[in-house]
Every structure is written in C-alpha cells, then in structure tokens.
C-alpha cells in the first residue's frame, strides 16, 4: 500500500467559518474518497473525487457544504464550508492504488466547531 | 452492497484466539467479504477479505461458511494491540465502485 498524509491533523474552528482539509498521497492512486466519522459512530462515505471533474456526493451531502477538489493523481483537498457544531467529527481520506487493490486511509483529521 | 451484522462488543484474553462472527444473510454470488479494523484515533487498516474460500494472510484468518452467509475473522493469538473496532462489509470486489460501506462493527477489547 501507500502512506496518505493528512493535514491538519486536528483544528478548532469558529461557527460560521470554513476549513480545508489536504490529503496527500506518496503514490500515484486510482480513487480517492472523504468519509466522516462522528463521536462514536461509524463512518460514513461523503463522496468520490474525480481527477480533473466534480466529485461525486452521497445521499445527505452537497457540494455547496463540502467542495472537493483533486487536482491529480496524488492530492485532493475537502473544504468543510461555514461549520456549525454539527460538523465536529474526524474526517477521513481514503484511496485506492489500483482498481484491484484494497483501499487505505490516512490518520484522519479531528475537527471540533465551537 | 449486502448488509453485514456484527456483536457490538467481544472480549478475548490475550494469547488466545479471537473468533469475530459476521452475519450476512443477503449477500449475492458477486460480493466478497472484507475485513477492515480501527485502532482508537487511527484510520481504518485492511486487513483481509475472501469470496467463497477460506483465506489467511500474516494478521488473521477468514472463514466463510459454504452457503456464504456468515462468516468469521480469527486472531490466531490476539494481543493487547489488536484492541479494536472491526467492521465486516460485504461489497463487489472489481469495478468502479469501490467505496466501502461501514456498519458499526464489533468493538474487540483484548485483556491482559
């Protein structure tokens, strides 16, 4: 597998305000994906990123509240758009090597909206 | 993708086997069953999957039963650092969907 390196790690945010997650790869990677994990619960897919076109969102998830871009093969970024305490949770980038290989994660990062 | 389900919580003592059962009654002929485990504060870890045969890799061993409605994930000696959540998920192995959909686990809590 590859390591997928998170910045930031954890952040305190102010309600109203927005953050941008960065995932960066140490390989070139087929499929990249957000997911979010709130306290206590499971995770959760929040969409695809495309390289080169609009990510692709679940049910419950919109573009407007959380814009993704992937830019290339190793890079994609998630933007948590005008937070409320709602969106404190740990959020999670995923990707793929290959389509035949199995999907990795890096450490997260543990937002908290105060 | 099938729906898997899973004890919320399982003890096991250190040195000794931990057998995970996973349920999954509706899964169809093209569906593999992954593993996956997290550790607290970490990302999730891969850490095998199967169709049909029984599979084992350098971290554990699955066994799938013949009708493939169950299955279950063996620890052969499990040790305090396997303390974890693990998540059985059933989905299409190829193709271009390849998220992976998250139950709630079984939370494995290894004694000393």
């Known amino acids: 597998s590859a390591v997928i390196s998170q910045k930031p790690s954890r952040d305190i945010c102010q309600r109203g305000t927005s953050l941008t997650i960065q995932c960066q790869v140490d390989?070139?990677?087929?499929?990249m994906f957000w997911y979010r994990q709130q306290p206590g619960q499971s995770l959760t897919l929040i969409a695809t990123?495309?390289?080169?076109?609009?990510?692709?969102?679940e049910s419950g998830f919109v573009i407007d509240k959380f814009p993704i871009s992937r830019p290339n093969l190793t890079f994609s970024t998630l933007t948590v758009s005008n937070m409320s305490p709602e969106d404190s949770s740990i959020y999670l980038c995923?990707?793929?090597?290959?389509?035949?290989?199995?999907?990795?994660f890096g450490q997260g990062t543990r937002l908290t909206v105060v | 993708d099938a729906k898997t389900t899973q004890p919320p919580s399982m003890d096991c003592a250190e040195g000794r086997a931990a057998n995970l059962p996973c349920n999954h009654s509706?899964?169809?002929?093209?569906?593999?069953v992954y593993w996956y485990r997290q550790i607290h504060s970490q990302g999730p870890q891969y850490i095998i999957h199967?169709?049909?045969n029984n599979e084992t890799n350098e971290m554990a061993s699955l066994i799938i039963t013949e009708d493939r409605k169950s299955s279950t994930l063996i620890l052969p000696h499990a040790t305090l650092r396997d303390t974890a959540v693990y998540y059985c998920?059933?989905?299409?192995?190829?193709?271009?969907?390849?998220?992976?959909?998250f139950g709630s686990g079984t939370q494995l809590t290894v004694l000393p």
């Open positions: 990123a495309n390289q080169g076109s609009e990510a692709t969102y």
């Open positions: 390989s070139q990677v087929t499929m």
């Open positions: 995923s990707a793929l090597l290959t389509a035949n290989t199995e999907a990795f």
């Open positions: 199967g169709l049909k």
């Open positions: 998920i059933v989905r299409v192995g190829t193709g271009a969907a390849r998220q992976l959909t």
């Open positions: 509706t899964i169809s002929g093209n569906e593999y």
